[in-house]
C-alpha cells in the first residue's frame, strides 16, 4: 500500500492549489481516502474524505467546506483536492492517507499515508 502526495507549493491569500494523490497497491474501490493536515505546533486534522462511487460519500471539514473539493480519477487510483480561496491558516503539510479497516467516511484515523506535501499561503 502507498500513496504519493504532489501538487503543494506557495500562493497568495485568495489563490488556488490542487493536491493528487496517486494510490498504488490498492484502489478507492477497496479504501476510502481522506486529507489530513498538520501546521507547525497544532493537532492533525481531517479535512476532507472521499469513498468509491457505490458508498459515494464525501466529507469536509467546516473549515474548508465551501472552498476545497475532493473528486476521484477515472481508474480510482487518484485522488484530487482542489483548494480554492486559500488561507493564511490553510498552510500545513497536508497528507493524503487511508484506514484499511473503515469504510466510510470520516476516518478519524489511519494506518497508511503519504510522504506529505507542504502547502503555504502568505503574502
Known amino acids: 500500500v502507498q500513496l504519493v502526495e504532489s501538487g503543494g507549493g506557495v500562493v497568495q491569500p485568495g489563490g488556488s492549489l490542487r493536491l493528487s494523490c496517486q494510490l498504488s497497491?490498492?484502489?478507492?474501490?477497496?479504501?476510502?481516502i481522506a486529507w489530513f493536515r498538520q501546521a507547525p505546533g497544532k493537532e492533525r486534522e481531517e479535512i476532507s474524505c472521499i469513498t468509491d462511487r457505490r458508498e459515494n460519500q464525501i466529507y469536509y471539514d467546516q473549515s474548508v467546506r465551501g472552498r476545497f473539493t475532493i473528486s476521484r480519477g477515472a481508474s480510482q487510483k487518484e485522488v484530487f483536492l482542489q483548494m480554492d480561496d486559500l488561507k493564511p491558516e490553510d498552510t500545513a503539510i497536508y497528507y493524503c492517507v487511508t484506514r484499511q479497516s473503515r469504510r466510510w467516511c470520516p476516518l478519524y484515523e489511519y494506518d497508511h499515508r503519504g510522504q506529505g506535501t507542504q502547502v503555504t499561503v502568505s503574502t
Open positions: 497497491g490498492f484502489t478507492l474501490d477497496q479504501h476510502p
